[in-house]
């Protein structure tokens, strides 16, 4: 055989094997190659629920805040609620300092919840009951803290640390840290409040404004039919969704009338103190006062520009959103208005004088809402005419608590029928309505509030507890300040 022959045999035997040693190679770092990257897609994807399960909990307590009765019960709970009592604003989670009512450090939190105590994560993490117990299966709260800010200025730091749940391991955790402000949303602590009222009424009239679960405050003297069109106050009414027109005997557990002149009855006589109904209290002013909630103008508009609706509007009464007279933008009050249903909460709805400049007596306006149903915070400077059209929604409502207590075990759940404005209507102006509106929240009037037609129609108010401490479904009253949110 020849030589030359059996060396090429040789080199190319070399070369196959050098060949199928490089494969090998190859072959092993690409199985140890994906193994690496399937490690890191099962770190990655534990990485991410980890957070998730952080930032739910960062949710959860957001709605501690908003939520009357979520918050755990006790010491605890109550660091949930507005603490201060300021004059002229109300509750407020900041003393007259401007000091948070969280003064707690990372080190020596508010609120504490770690699940390495078994009541803890109990509360935390249980299958049944646990406040995070849809995470079962993908993910563990493992402490969650409250403390005070980092940051002149804002509410509170929440500090919450998740792990995600991996076979045989707790597997990775990550912390979510982020600061938290607050809203200064006005405290409404009447259900009706107006400077007085338009008409004045024939002798077998009665104001044409009733009110339940809460106060009413009116300027001027006051006039109703008989002393028996007042509803009684007693603890002994039943907590229902009827109207006193339904009612044998008209009673309510919470109503109190502050009235700035006389209370008159039948009559333009005033009657006699003795025959006063207890929860009648006239001539308050000039003093004490009816000390009616203020609503600054410039900051409730600052706040629809930055996180509401702010409409201007020309003199034919259409309306212009972000405040832009331009022809072709201009929208319709009862586009604004309308709701599709409960829930559909509109927010904070601001809308300007016909100059955008401060509510004088020449730049009202007269506008006109003839929806069926309205969600929303409602500022409205303008003299309204307000003509429900349709029957209005079912409402789901809570009562009061009784007088004296916070406990929301304490409050009733009640349907209220018929409703046509769920929240906070305020206007700048007079109110004029017609027929028989019905309202769940509260109702502010500046100038002064009437019916139209003299047909004896009745304007109903059954107040929202919640508006005590600045709740107002849909509009947050606390909220994660930008540019602090940390993940580590």
């Given amino acids: 055989m020849n030589s030359g022959s059996v060396n090429e045999r040789g080199i190319a035997l070399l070369g ?82 401007g000091r948070s009512q969280f003064t707690g450090t990372a080190e020596k939190p508010d609120v504490l919840f770690d699940a390495a105590q078994p009541a803890h994560d109990e509360l935390l993490n249980g299958p049944t009951s646990g406040w995070f117990r849809s995470l079962r299966g993908l993910g563990r709260v493992l402490k969650l803290k409250v403390y005070g800010p980092i ?33 200064t949303i006005p405290a409404v602590r009447a259900a009706v409040q107006a400077a007085g009222l338009l008409a004045t009424f024939p002798g077998d009239v009665s104001a044409p404004v009733e009110v339940h679960w809460g106060d009413m405050k009116l300027g001027g003297d006051v006039r109703w039919k008989t002393i028996d069109a007042v509803p009684l106050k007693t603890d002994l009414a039943p907590v229902t969704g009827q109207s006193y027109s339904e009612m044998a005997h008209r009673e309510d557990r919470w109503v109190d009338i502050w009235i700035g002149g006389a209370a008159l009855f039948g009559t333009m006589t005033p009657v006699a103190g003795t025959s006063m109904p207890a929860n009648v209290h006239p001539r308050q002013e000039p003093v004490p006062g009816l000390r009616m909630d203020q609503w600054d103008y410039e900051s409730l508009k600052q706040a629809a520009l930055l996180y509401g609706r702010y409409y201007a509007r020309d003199r034919n009464g259409l309306l212009y959103p972000d405040g832009i007279v331009e022809p072709g933008r201009g929208v319709t009050v009862d586009e604004v208005f309308v709701s599709s249903g409960v829930g559909d909460h509109r927010g904070l709805v601001f809308i300007d004088t016909v100059d955008q400049q401060p509510p004088r007596a020449d730049n009202l306006g007269m506008l006109t809402v003839g929806t069926d149903y309205t969600e929303g915070l409602f500022v409205i400077n303008a003299h309204v005419s307000w003509k429900p059209r349709g029957s209005g929604r079912p409402v789901p409502a809570l009562s009061p608590p009784r007088e004296g207590l916070s406990s929301l075990a304490t409050r009733v759940p009640v349907q209220l029928n018929g409703v046509h404005f769920q929240g906070v209507f305020y206007t700048a102006g007079n109110l004029l309505f017609e027929g028989r509106p019905r309202v769940y929240g509260a109702m502010l009037v500046a100038g002064s509030l009437g019916e139209t037609g003299g047909a004896g129609n009745v304007l109903e108010v059954w107040y929202n507890h919640d508006l005590l401490s600045g709740l107002v479904r849909g509009l947050p009253l606390v909220y994660p300040a930008a540019g602090t949110w940390q993940l580590k």
């Fill in 16 to 97: 196959v094997l050098l060949a199928l040693l490089i494969l090998s190679v190859l072959g092993l770092t690409s199985v140890h190659m994906a193994g690496i990257e399937i490690q890191s897609a099962g770190a990655t994807r534990e990485e991410r629920t980890a957070q998730h399960a952080a930032e739910a909990a960062v949710d959860q307590v957001m709605a501690w805040f908003h939520e009357p009765g979520a918050a755990p019960e006790g010491p605890v709970g109550a660091l949930f609620t507005k603490r201060f009592e300021l004059p002229g604003s109300g509750p407020s989670f900041f003393d007259a300092q």
């Fill in 151 to 183: 940051r002149p200025g804002l509410l509170c730091t929440v500090e919450a640390t998740a792990a995600a749940v991996s076979p045989g391991s707790p597997g990775l955790s990550r912390t979510v840290l982020v600061q938290m402000g607050a809203r």
